[in-house]
């Protein structure tokens, strides 16, 4: 089976993307791409993530056109495609509903730096895209514009969608957004947050780069 790997990890994170609440029902999608053959595993469209088998997973090229599997790919397909061919260093892209990222998409508001880990998107702030039709190319080119060098982005009443080297990285990233949504959502609900300036970010993001177990 062609991209048999990825396919079963885009089975994986579908599942984990449902139980950790980032995608109610069916909504949300991930893919993956194998940057040396120019390929693509993609979420099925509208198949529930706990009956979602390896097989069923489709396998698009750069032109969106199926050239393994049996299944309609994801609504979003021009969404990820276009992020990978923005963004040549990435390996995988996760977009997700999840509730308080979509509480700023619906107020057209960006996520800001209530919390040092937005660093993790490699920015002090999230930015909102604005409001496209789903599915659409449009959609696509003005999240890609909006997102500029972030690894995150958020679309307008919509959800946002995450970047990553590999589909650990982009599910990660995901749930940190929603962490700092809801942390921001929940700041405002009290008071007016301190947001940490663009200088505290940016010694933030040089820590980052030795975060971790670091290869040598």
Not at 9 to 23: D, N
Not at 116 to 131: F, L, M, N, S
Not at 149 to 161: M, Q
């Amino acid at each position: 089976m062609l991209m048999e790997k990825e396919r079963e990890l885009i089975v994986e994170y579908g599942r984990k993307l449902s139980e950790s609440g980032l995608c109610p029902g069916t909504s949300g999608n991930t893919s993956i791409i194998d940057r040396k053959t120019g390929l693509v595993a993609l979420s099925p469209s509208g198949i529930d993530y706990f009956k979602t088998k390896p097989e069923d997973v489709p396998i698009v090229n750069m032109a969106g056109e199926v050239v393994d599997g049996t299944t309609k790919p994801s609504s979003e397909i021009h969404l990820h495609l276009a992020f990978y061919k923005a963004k040549p260093h990435i390996g995988a892209v996760v977009h997700t509903h999840s509730v308080f990222c979509s509480v700023f998409a619906a107020l057209r508001q960006p996520l800001r730096a209530v919390h040092y880990v937005i660093g993790d998107a490699g920015t002090d702030t999230v930015p909102c895209a604005p409001y496209r039709i789903y599915g659409s190319s449009e959609l696509a080119d003005a999240a890609v514009e909006a997102c500029g060098d972030s690894l995150a982005v958020l679309l307008s009443n919509h959800g946002i969608v995450c970047c990553g080297s590999d589909v650990e990285s982009a599910f990660s990233l995901a749930k940190n957004m929603e962490y700092i949504a809801e942390i921001q959502y929940r700041a405002l609900s009290i008071g007016t947050p301190v947001y940490l300036s663009g200088d505290e970010m940016n010694k933030v993001m040089e820590k980052f780069k030795t975060y971790g177990q670091v290869k040598k």
